[in-house]
């Protein structure tokens, strides 16, 4: 396929349907997404205009549904893959280096022939790209050079995994043009989240760059994080009447990283208190039969961010089974106790040293008062600063984002979709 042809069908509709699939049946958003494509074509010929054959990709974005901290415990999350991605375009060539030219970013170099850790590189993407290529070597496979152009509409510090999204793109390049997709998508997470912990230098979960890889509503159960059990939800929250609205409060992350430590080092603490390594391993009737005890030795905090780890567990499979039948009002009443829950145990709302900003507080307080009672609203992600996430009837869901963004500034607010497909191949 060349360019062309690409672009002839995106005009012609041959597309549609997949086009579709990644981003929904909106003829406003369709046409978006055809401009969107056309234009980094272009770019991409004019980038390498002596490349005839291409091939096209999309990684989407992430969206954390349920089980706000608990998979660094061990514990269960429900994630979905989300209508936003990184796309590329790629054509292979005989260089034996990977070049990756990502809109508003430097360029990205990486010559095969050296597939070391380079401590220098720590905290690229060129670390990135060498770590997902090493171990598909290490797998067996003979990866060769290749020249991509990425655009991606995910906004870095949104909350929606823009670098696990670009992780899963290059795994899903690699494993499509060097592979024949033989690893497929569980593995290509697993080799995203190795590049980012040794070659990145980063250490992180597994559940972002899981859901960017499988795709849909994804119920993922980290009691054994090499060998997660994942099971797809269905449920279709378009079709339920709902839309999915993400308000990033541009809360300054400035600062906060022992704040994101501390949560995991405190949940810790209560574990190892009850001689474990991970809350998961603890008994929970335990836990509260010892309170008395633990206080001797841990922070009252630790204990509530504790508490809510058993509750946020529980819940997230709850969740996912309120999905599986249908129960719409179930699985909001679990939504807001979790948020619930994470304001009051876990304590992420807002940073201790910066009590006055209290961006993401505000903006639940503002959801909760324009839902009035239907849907469902919480913290998304980490927390601390950053977004929010509300389930919003469809109906609603223009006059919410406008109020939305009338106090947090344009564009503060996306009306988003699940999306099915997670890393993919677009052929015509």
Known sequence: ??????????????????????????????????????????????????????????????????????????????????????????????????????????????????????????????????????????????????????????????????????EVLVGTIIDDLFNDGGMGAVEIAKIGQFAENVYFGKASGLMDQMVCSVGGFVSIDFFNPMNPSINSVDFDFSGAGYSLCITNTKGSHADLTDEYVSVPAEMKTVANALDCEFLRDVDEDKFYSELPELRKSCSDRAILRAAHFFAENNRAVQEAEALEIGDTEEFFRLVNESGDSSANLLQNLYSVKNPQNQEIPLAIMISKRRLSGSGAVRVHGGGFAGTIQAFVPAYLADYYADEMNSVFGENSCQILSIRSVGGTQIKI
Not at 44 to 50: I, L, R, T
Not at 78 to 93: T, Y
Not at 123 to 131: A, D, T
């Open 1 to 166: 396929m060349n360019i062309q042809e690409f672009i002839n069908g995106l005009s012609n509709g041959s597309l549609d349907k997949t086009m579709q699939k990644l981003y929904g049946k909106s003829d406003r958003e369709l046409l978006r997404q055809k401009v969107r494509y056309i234009g980094a074509a272009e770019k991409f010929s004019k980038m390498y205009p002596e490349h005839g054959d291409i091939y096209v990709f999309s990684a989407p974005g992430r969206t954390e549904v349920g089980g706000n901290h608990t998979d660094h415990q061990h514990g269960c999350v429900l994630a979905a893959a989300v209508n936003l991605d990184v796309i590329a375009f790629v054509s292979l060539n005989d260089d034996n280096v990977i070049r990756i030219k990502s809109e508003g970013h430097k360029a990205n170099e990486v010559n095969l022939d050296s597939l070391d850790i380079i401590d220098d590189e720590k905290g690229n993407s060129n670390s990135i790209v060498r770590g997902i290529v090493s171990a598909f070597v290490e797998s067996g496979v003979k990866v060769g050079g290749f020249d991509a152009y990425t655009t991606s509409d995910i906004l870095s510090g949104s909350g929606l995994s823009s670098s696990a999204a670009f």
